[in-house]
């Protein structure tokens, strides 16, 4: 006997705007003047590329703007579009500096994941970026 096929459910608002998944910027308020930003997102998670179980991290990024800002409701709904991804905890840190470094061209930035221990093995990746003088 075939199971029944089922309707696929319309896409809700929430998941609508995480698969955009977009890192906006705005201009920095005081370009010139070095100050650090520092943000937690404490609730990142992705699926192990290998097993496909979930893992989650406390994301912390750290940086020093140039001309421009990340906007924080962007960030987050980038951040959690990693949630169905199968991605290493090394590619995804390194991924989201990347994205990061390219959406705000920071003067310097870090990024680390710090991965809840599974299997008795507690991961944290640090990624740093500083812009090249010109």
Do not use: W
Request: aromatic share 10%.
């Amino acid at each position: 006997m075939q199971a029944p096929e089922r309707e696929k459910p319309e896409m809700k608002y929430g998941e609508r705007a995480i698969a955009q998944g977009e890192l906006i910027t705005f201009p920095n308020p005081r370009i010139g003047r070095r100050y650090d930003i520092h943000i937690t997102l404490p609730e990142f998670t992705c699926k192990c590329p290998f097993s496909g179980y979930p893992d989650f991290a406390t994301i912390y990024i750290t940086y020093c703007p140039d001309e421009k800002v990340v906007e924080l409701k962007a960030l987050k709904l980038y951040i959690n579009s990693y949630r169905d991804r199968y991605i290493s905890h090394e590619e995804a840190v390194n991924q989201i500096l990347d994205d990061f470094v390219a959406a705000c061209d920071p003067l310097e930035a870090k990024i680390k994941g710090d991965f809840n221990p599974r299997g008795n093995v507690h991961t944290v990746i640090e990624v740093c970026h500083h812009k090249q003088s010109q």
